[in-house]
């Protein structure tokens, strides 16, 4: 499976919070080599590191910081393409670089709830896949736009795909969440220092609905949602990294506490079984103690990849209620389309 050179990469929004996640994240990356970096107009032309002021902790990395940034249009990129760009501008760019050729696998929320578009976790819905054909066939071209979830989405989701096989009925979700979510500058600090923001523009659509999407079944041409309810309550808090979310959940049969536990720690799924290199050995880990899991203390192990769980116990309400927190610029953001591209390469897609 690992290819014989390095594949090259390219990076739409390079510049950006996100794009500097996956500079990080694709560091001596065994299979992914970045060559080509693309942002806005008020970048191209400029050095990387000119063009970017770096956020994230450590130096730029030594391999980037002379790549020419260019503008996003397809002809200088390699074939595969992550898109870490700004929405506004994302639908237009991402459809031009599919219909050029290219794979684009992106962040953004744009063509996420498309019915012919991969709306992917790899561990979740691996099959959905199949949907490629499907849009290469809808849009005529020869590219292929596969997205990852909005970083609430990938945490919540994460955590129910263990409980599907007791039938999830009705979720009630309420997330404190992490500022780097809201990019660079971000929230103000006036805002949120010593404060809890109960708002986050467009946050709760998205996790109302794309858990659904992604836990929902392929049926040879479409993705059949899930038949579940969600309610999301979306916070903005004063963490840094990490989304904590607390998840109430009805359940079709009626599991005991321990077989809950039993298949939050027993979960694995295709990355794991075909060894994909960001896959976590456990993409979900159960914490027993009391007061865990906590953003500031797990929020770095597993290389920010897997999701952490904790203080299951009865809900008088729904059946159960726990805890679940994952890294929402890693897991929720450039590793989760990294191990998407990983997964593209393991089905033999990235040579089609
Ligand atoms: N932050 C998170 O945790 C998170 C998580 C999941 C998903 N996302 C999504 O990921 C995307 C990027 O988020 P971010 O926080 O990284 O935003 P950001 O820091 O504002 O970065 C935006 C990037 O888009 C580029 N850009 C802006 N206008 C452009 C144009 N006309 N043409 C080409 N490139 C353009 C910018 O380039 P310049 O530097 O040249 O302006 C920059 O590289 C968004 O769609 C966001 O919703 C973010």
């Known amino acids: 499976m690992t290819p014989k050179g390095k594949i090259e990469v390219?990076?739409?929004?390079?510049?950006?919070?996100?794009?500097?996640?996956?500079?990080?994240?694709?560091?001596?990356?065994?299979?992914?080599?970045?060559?080509?970096?693309?942002?806005?107009?008020?970048?191209?032309?400029?050095?990387?590191?000119?063009?970017?002021?770096?956020?994230?902790?450590?130096?730029?990395?030594?391999?980037?910081?002379?790549?020419?940034?260019?503008?996003?249009?397809?002809?200088?990129?390699?074939?595969?393409?992550?898109?870490?760009?700004?929405?506004?501008?994302?639908?237009?760019?991402?459809?031009?670089?599919?219909?050029?050729?290219h794979f684009v696998v992106s962040n953004s929320k744009n063509h996420r709830m498309e019915p012919d578009v991969p709306l992917?976790?790899?561990?979740?819905?691996?099959?959905?896949?199949?949907?490629?054909?499907?849009?290469?066939?809808?849009?005529?071209?020869?590219?292929?736009?596969?997205?990852?979830?909005?970083?609430?989405?990938?945490?919540?989701?994460?955590?129910?795909a263990a409980?599907?096989?007791?039938?999830?009925?009705?979720?009630?979700?309420?997330?404190?969440?992490?500022?780097?979510g809201a990019g660079y500058p971000g929230v103000a600090g006036m805002d949120i220092n010593a404060n809890v923001i109960p708002f986050i523009g467009g946050e709760e659509e998205k996790v109302e609905t794309e858990p659904l999407k992604i836990l929902g079944r392929f049926t040879g041409e479409t993705v059949e949602p899930l038949p579940a309810r969600i309610s999301a309550h979306c916070n903005r808090v004063p963490v840094v990294d990490g989304h904590t979310e607390t998840v109430s959940v009805e359940l079709a049969s009626k599991p005991t506490a321990e077989e809950l536990i039993a298949a939050f720690r027993a979960f694995r799924s295709v990355p794991q079984e075909r060894g994909l290199p960001s896959a976590p050995p456990q993409p979900l880990i159960y914490m027993e103690q009391h007061d865990r899991p906590q953003p500031r203390r797990d929020v770095e192990r597993e290389r920010g990849m897997s999701v952490f769980v904790g203080r299951l116990r009865p809900c008088p309400v729904l059946d159960w209620k726990f805890v679940a927190m994952g890294h929402n610029t890693v897991r929720g953001a450039a590793g989760a389309a990294v191990l998407n591209a990983e997964l593209m390469h393991s089905e033999g897609l990235l040579e089609t």
């Open 163 to 180: 409980l599907r096989p007791f039938g999830i009925k009705r979720v009630i979700m309420t997330s404190m969440q992490a500022i780097s």
């Open 10 to 101: 390219g990076i739409l929004g390079a510049t950006g919070m996100v794009g500097q996640n996956f500079i990080k994240f694709l560091q001596n990356h065994p299979w992914f080599q970045v060559k080509w970096l693309g942002a806005s107009d008020r970048s191209a032309g400029k050095r990387y590191s000119e063009a970017t002021a770096w956020r994230l902790d450590g130096e730029m990395p030594e391999a980037v910081r002379d790549i020419v940034v260019e503008e996003c249009r397809p002809g200088n990129a390699p074939r595969l393409v992550f898109s870490a760009m700004d929405a506004s501008v994302a639908t237009e760019i991402e459809r031009a670089f599919a219909e050029a050729g």
């Open 120 to 160: 992917l976790i790899p561990e979740v819905n691996p099959d959905h896949l199949q949907l490629a054909p499907v849009q290469r066939r809808n849009r005529g071209w020869r590219g292929l736009i596969v997205t990852n979830p909005n970083c609430t989405t990938v945490v919540l989701t994460m955590a129910l």
